[in-house]
């Protein structure tokens, strides 16, 4: 069973100079936790706004829970849940007036799903009387996950629910997503942060309005043909440059405090000769090994092919 | 399906009374406005200069120019001969009001007990010359009491005023009709389009959209409280006009009322039709202010009147809600007329109404655009 189908769906803007979305065909399942991976500007939020009804697609269809989004939206709209991108409650109500609003615009009350968003919730609750304005940016999260969730939609559309979130509440996020899953919610999740990905069942990575890969985060990694190495020395500004200096360097990134490579002929020998080029240009304390590649390799090397 | 529309407006309410600044502006804007025409632009009347022509010259004539000249209000520049003299007076612009004293002011009094005084005043400046005619009557009138305690006999003075310039008093204490008619329309469509656009602004008609609550009956929900605080609105202008500015109501009160929710809607329509076509608060504010405040502060007909427009100028003046509103209420709070009077003005405003709405709910936009 296919809760949310999109075949061939196109976006465009200013009639027709931009297309944000390209012809982008994917499913997901029933009960399944989908990420859509992709840098700002990829489309991510044009997707969401057409499968919630708020846009209109210049090509293709698109089915939620088995609904055309453009013929029954009001099918649609009833059914699912949506926290957009940016915090869209109201910042000069209550924690519990939001919550009771968005509740009742649902025709239901806090009172009848409170079990769903009870973990929730009781975080919450300390601050019930606090404006929505006032919360920290982990408790406005949490806000809008609760009011997206007080009608127990079936499928749930997370438009970058960590944007702008510490680590911790993140993370804390991430929990309570792998539980509401387990209530059998479906739940589709976009974000920029290519470390959440393998925290999804399937992810599809998108990069200017096209996919480029739909598949588990483990195997997505497993694609990856080639031995990826990291590489350090005492000089790291100057080391990326005489890296791509080399001409044994197939493609060279900058990652946190190393950079990862690979070579443009897997053997042995190489790693001996790029560290004695390297010595030759001045380098110091020289540190290579071999690494599994994460997400973000394989997202940037799909971008280079 | 009532129940949720009623939290739907409770939050709304919410959203007014916790916008401390809106509040202020909502209730203080008619309060300042009616105060500021009602004293500052009618009553500030000291020392107006006038010229006095005396063909009586007897003992009631004389005091009641020593009465004149003694109070504040007064200052007497010249006492004239003749009568042809107060025209020029006039047009050199240098006085208010001429007083005339037929011949046999005192015996006329004295033996039919029934005398007149002849007030002339320039109407070009309505406010002025209705103030300044009303001193000189009271002044009269406190003449005539004198006498009649004194003598016991009814003498009778009849103050005979005439307008000079504008004998009708066009656009004279009619400010009170013109502010509520600009009040209401302020409120209506500035605050309900800005009301409206703010949620798309904030995000928060992304998340509205995706709800079972259908999106016109959103609209109008936030357009409800404006309707009430407008009411609300309407009150205080009417309570001010008549308790401290002491402007009566002469007509039917329910009928004013009517017609002012009609207009009411009217405003509410147009705001509506604005924050539909536009995707920011300051775009709101601006075609709000620009597009429908300052055309209906030219063409309602309270500060400019209408009859010395060039036509085309009038033409336009026919799509302006305001001045139909303007025109019901001056006939129905001043000149005290009822439905029959209006029942024109009510229908085109009624059109307009309707026509607005049609409007709104076609090209409503159920997504984003």
């Given at each position: 069973m296919k809760d949310v189908i999109l075949n061939n769906i196109s976006k465009t803007?200013?009639?027709?100079?931009?297309?944000?979305?390209?012809?982008?065909?994917?499913?997901?399942d029933k009960g399944e936790l989908f990420g859509l991976i992709g840098p700002d500007g990829a489309g991510k939020t044009s997707i969401f706004r057409i499968l919630t009804t708020l846009l209109l697609p210049n090509g293709g269809t698109a089915s939620v829970n088995g609904f055309d989004v453009v013929k029954d939206y009001k099918t649609i709209r009833k059914n699912v849940g949506y926290m957009p991108g940016r915090f869209s409650l109201y910042q000069d109500l209550s924690v519990q007036e939001n919550l009771n609003f968005f509740a009742s615009i649902f025709n239901t009350s806090v009172k009848e799903n409170y079990d769903l968003i009870k973990d929730i919730y009781i975080q919450l609750e300390p601050f019930k009387d606090r404006r929505a304005g006032k919360l920290s940016g982990g408790m406005k999260q949490k806000l809008a996950l609760c009011c997206a969730l007080i009608?127990?939609?079936?499928?749930?559309?997370?438009?970058?629910?960590t944007t702008g979130v510490d680590v911790v509440s993140r993370k804390e996020f991430w929990e309570m997503l792998k539980r509401l899953k387990q209530q059998g919610i479906t739940i589709l999740v976009s974000t920029p942060y290519m470390d959440e990905?393998?925290?999804?069942?399937?992810?599809?990575?998108?990069?200017?309005?096209?996919i480029m890969s739909i598949d588990t985060p483990e195997n997505i990694i497993g694609k990856f043909s080639e031995s990826l190495f990291a590489v350090k020395s005492d000089n790291m500004g100057s080391l990326l440059q005489d890296l791509k200096n080399t001409g044994i360097i197939k493609s060279c990134n900058a990652f946190g405090a190393y950079h990862h490579v690979t070579f443009k002929d897997n053997n042995q020998n190489m790693n001996e000769k790029l560290i004695r080029v390297l010595e030759e240009k001045q380098h110091t304390n020289i540190e290579l090994r071999p690494i599994t590649p994460t997400i973000e390799d394989c997202f940037i090397k799909l971008m280079e092919d | 399906m009532m129940d949720n529309i009623s939290t739907f407006i409770k939050k709304e309410f919410l959203h007014v009374f916790r916008d401390r600044k809106t509040l202020l502006m909502l209730f203080g804007l008619p309060i300042v406005q009616i105060i500021l025409f009602g004293f500052a632009l009618t009553n500030e009347i000291t020392n107006a200069k006038i010229v006095v022509c005396d063909y009586a010259k007897d003992d009631a004539s004389q005091q009641i120019i020593g009465k004149l000249q003694a109070s504040q209000q007064f200052d007497i520049q010249r006492i004239l001969l003749n009568h042809k003299q107060i025209e020029t007076a006039f047009k050199d612009g240098e006085i208010k009001m001429a007083v005339v004293f037929p011949a046999n002011f005192n015996s006329d009094l004295l033996h039919q007990h029934k005398a007149q005084v002849q007030l002339i005043t320039d109407a070009s400046d309505p406010n002025t010359a209705t103030?300044?005619?009303?001193?000189?009557?009271?002044?009269?009138?406190?003449?005539?009491?004198?006498?009649m305690q004194l003598q016991r006999v009814p003498y009778q003075i009849n103050t005979e005023v005439r307008m000079l310039y504008n004998p009708e008093l066009k656009a004279a204490v009619n400010f009170v009709p013109g502010v509520m008619s600009l009040i209401l329309l302020l409120v209506c469509v500035l605050m309900t389009s800005v009301a409206i656009v703010k949620e798309k602004e904030t995000g928060t008609m992304e998340v509205l959209l995706v709800s079972p609550f259908s999106p016109f009956l959103i609209i109008v929900s936030k357009a409800m409280p404006y309707l009430a605080l407008s009411l609300i609105n309407l009150t205080i202008i009417l309570l001010l006009s008549v308790l401290v500015l002491g402007m009566p109501i002469n007509g039917s009160i329910l009928l004013l009322y009517a017609v002012s929710t009609l207009f009411i809607i009217t405003a509410l329509s147009l705001g509506l039709l604005i924050s539909n076509r536009t995707a920011s608060q300051q775009s709101a504010m601006l075609i709000s202010l620009m597009g429908m405040l300052v055309p209906s502060i030219l063409f309602t007909g309270f500060m400019f009147p209408l009859e010395n427009m060039p036509y085309p100028l009038q033409l336009v003046s026919h799509i302006i809600p305001a001045?139909?509103?303007?025109?019901?209420?001056?006939?129905?709070?001043?000149?005290?007329?009822?439905?029959?009077?209006i029942w024109k003005e009510t229908l085109v405003l009624l059109t307009m109404t309707m026509l607005l709405l049609v409007v709104n709910i076609k090209t409503f936009k159920i997504r984003l655009t």
């Open positions: 803007y200013n009639k027709g100079i931009v297309q944000a979305v390209n012809a982008v065909s994917f499913h997901v009608h127990r939609p079936t499928i749930l559309f997370l438009d970058e629910p990905a393998t925290l999804c069942e399937r992810i599809a990575l998108i990069q200017d309005g096209r | 103030a300044i005619s009303g001193y000189a009557n009271q002044i009269v009138m406190d003449y005539q009491n004198e006498l001045k139909w509103y303007y025109i019901i209420v001056k006939s129905v709070m001043v000149k005290g007329l009822g439905f029959s009077a």
